[in-house]
């Protein structure tokens, strides 16, 4: 049975760092292609970003670029999302996703499996 884990959200001031966890169960992550996802109150789900199974190649939203870095411990099946600089607009419900795909995308109906997702509150 598939299953994702998020951990590691919280309330931090904006500038701050967090990282976020994903403990994937029931698949390997380095198979799948895995990524993040997050749905702000009243707002659609939007792609954080993506790696793809084996290449490790990444895709990222513009809105992170720069401030937020993907990666993966295959050892651990764990995927992590780095998030620095948080900005008040990055609150939100944070998903981690996982598909059969080599290849990642920050769409969210071409994901298979999903996280319950960990709250990430930027606020001073």
């Known amino acids: 049975q598939v299953q994702l884990v998020e951990s590691g959200g919280g309330l931090v001031q904006p500038g701050g760092s967090l990282r976020l966890s994903c403990a994937a169960s029931?698949?390997?992550?380095?198979?799948?292609?895995v990524g993040w996802f997050r749905q702000a109150p009243g707002k659609e789900r939007e792609g954080v970003s993506g790696i793809s199974s084996r290449s490790g190649s990444t895709v990222y939203a513009n809105s992170v670029k720069g401030r937020f870095t993907i990666s993966r411990d295959n050892a651990k099946n764990t995927l992590y999302l780095q998030m620095n600089s948080l900005k008040p607009e990055d609150t939100a419900v944070y998903y981690c996703a996982a598909r059969r795909s080599y290849v990642p995308s920050l769409v969210a109906r071409e994901y298979d499996y999903w996280g319950q997702g960990t709250q990430v509150t930027v606020s001073s």
């Open positions: 029931g698949f390997t992550v380095d198979y799948y292609t």
